[in-house]
């Protein structure tokens, strides 16, 4: 009995990797498929890098401004007194 409960650990752990590995799967990817995957893989690639784009370029032109003076509000016109 006691050498079935330090055997339990080790099926069960043996029995979820059973059931949680995948299985060949004998499909066939047609061209529409694997072009449609292309396409949605370019697509995050493409939003992954907008997304770093706008995370850093715009505070980065942000601080530029700041640092340089060139803001527009500093500049007042005669019709603004």
Do not use: N
């Not at 047609?30 to 697509?43: C, H, K, M, R, Y």
């Not at 706008?54 to 640092?67: C, D, E, N, S, V």
């Amino acid at each position: 009995m006691t050498q079935l409960l330090r055997l339990l650990p080790c099926l069960t752990l043996l029995a979820l990797t059973f059931a949680i590995s995948p299985e060949v799967a004998h499909a066939y990817g047609g061209p529409g498929s694997v072009i449609s995957g292309i396409g949605t893989f370019l697509a995050l690639v493409a939003a992954l890098l907008a997304s770093v784009f706008g995370f850093l370029w715009f505070p980065l032109k942000r601080l530029y401004k700041k640092m340089t003076g060139d803001e527009e509000e500093q500049q007042e016109t005669p019709a603004s007194q």
